[in-house]
């Protein structure tokens, strides 16, 4: 069975789904192949079930990619203001969480239920359960699926990255990509737990479940949040944003008391010098089990001022060298993806092969923790919709 339409667009996640709303608004014939038997799995399982949707404080610089200003056209011209009013249109609860990032009071459940009704309104078709064959383009572009074949002018390419595969993520689109010999930044797992060697692990993860607030830096970025011990390394929102900038052999610095100055008491000449005296300062800031358990392991040379000194420093600058990352299974994102400087970044089409797009999270563009994935994946769907 041969379908025709105006544009078809592969993977029904965020990205996809957007794009198509917004082409099928403006008249198109849109097409929708989604291989898993139900569109936008992802966004179910998103922010704990809440789905943090988008980011009040959305910014390029709030985005990594090999350019950083690939994405500022996209995000420009759709804005979070622009999905806010979409979900207060289909009255969604929501509220802020921190720092600026927006969940559903209920459930994703609701945002996934307005694109598919937004679906509807503009006359999308949606296909399930489609496994796709082989993709091929002479006058157009024929997607042949297991038991249909799809025709059309236009192809978009939203089928994400590799996080998560047991939710559906597969390398499709980096492959199509190299069939159409569009240059691919190497994939990396992003927002992503950090596993630590052997040697740190037997020092620290029996503390897992422990946290503390720190400032966590590599490659010349920060950020202040929660670092949280795991029974085999670091997780917490601190260690998710700096594992994106992370590279294997790289160190990464953690501040384990922003702020603070943990040995200030000795400044009093009657304090004694001792590590008891040391162990209770750690413990008025640091968690007591982690602040005792780093110091057995960072303990003062001696007992001067230098060496007080020396332990300060080491604790705001503490030098862990991960083993590696917990690998795509556990990560909230794809690094790296098809190059920026493939596609047009007010459109998203390729400059090598016109008529095909690539939008979403399989493209080189990757946001911070916060909901700035989900507001490349709208904005970028959007660009491209408006151009099909
Ligand atoms: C556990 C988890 C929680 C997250 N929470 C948040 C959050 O709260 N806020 C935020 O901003 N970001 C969050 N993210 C990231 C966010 O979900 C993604 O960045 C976003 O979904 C990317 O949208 P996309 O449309 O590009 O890709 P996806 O949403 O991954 O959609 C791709 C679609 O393509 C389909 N597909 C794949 N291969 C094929 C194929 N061969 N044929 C047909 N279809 C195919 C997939 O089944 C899927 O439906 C989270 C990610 C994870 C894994």
Redesign the pocket.
């Known amino acids: 069975m041969i379908h025709s339409f105006d544009a078809l667009v592969?993977?029904?996640?965020?990205?996809?789904?957007m794009c198509a709303i917004e082409a099928g608004k403006r008249g198109r014939r849109v097409a929708v192949?989604?291989?898993?038997d139900r569109?936008?799995?992802?966004?179910l399982?998103?922010?704990?079930g809440r789905?943090?949707?988008?980011?009040l404080h959305c910014q390029p610089d709030s985005f990594l990619s090999s350019n950083p200003h690939f994405a500022k056209s996209a995000l420009a011209r759709y804005t979070p203001a622009d999905f806010i009013a979409l979900v207060e249109k289909h009255g969604i609860p929501y509220h802020e969480k921190t720092l600026g990032q927006l969940?559903c009071d209920r459930s994703a459940r609701d945002l996934l239920g307005m694109l598919e009704e937004e679906c509807r309104s503009a006359g999308v078709s949606i296909f399930l359960n489609?496994?796709?064959r082989e993709v091929s383009r002479g006058a157009e572009f024929v997607v042949q699926a297991a038991n249909a074949e799809f025709h059309a002018p236009v192809l978009v390419i939203?089928?994400?990255?590799l996080?998560?595969p047991k939710?559906?993520?597969?390398a499709?689109?980096y492959d199509l990509a190299r069939q159409f010999g569009l240059k691919i930044r190497e994939p990396r797992p992003g927002?992503v737990p950090l596993v630590l060697d052997a040697e740190d692990r037997a020092r620290y993860c029996n503390l897992s479940g422990v946290s503390a607030e720190v400032i966590a830096s590599c490659d010349g970025r920060q950020f202040r949040e929660k670092m949280l011990i795991t029974h085999r390394g670091l997780s917490g929102p601190a260690i998710l944003q700096i594992s994106s900038y992370w590279n294997k052999p790289q160190q990464i610095h953690i501040d384990l008391a922003p702020g603070s100055n943990l040995t200030a008491i000795f400044g009093d000449p009657k304090t004694p010098r001792t590590s008891t005296t040391l162990r209770s300062a750690f413990r008025k800031t640091l968690p007591s089990r982690f602040g005792d358990r780093w110091l057995a392991h960072h303990e003062p040379r001696s007992w001067t001022k230098a060496a007080l000194a020396d332990v300060e420093q080491q604790a705001h600058a503490w030098a862990i060298t991960p083993a590696g990352t917990e690998g795509f299974e556990k990560?909230?994102?794809t690094c790296g993806g098809v190059d920026t400087d493939e596609l047009s970044a007010k459109t998203m089409e390729s400059r090598k092969v016109p008529g095909l797009f690539y939008?979403?999270?399989?493209v080189d563009v990757t946001?911070h923790l916060?909901?700035?994935?989900?507001?490349?994946?709208w904005a970028s769907?959007v660009a491209a919709g408006r151009a099909l």
């Open positions: 592969l993977g029904g996640g965020a990205a996809g789904l192949l989604e291989h898993a569109l936008g799995k992802k966004i399982v998103s922010g704990g789905c943090n949707f988008t980011n969940f489609t496994k796709i939203a089928t994400g990255g996080s998560i939710i559906g993520a597969t499709f689109g927002l990560a909230e994102v939008i979403g999270e399989v946001g916060g909901g700035f994935n989900f507001q490349w994946a769907g």
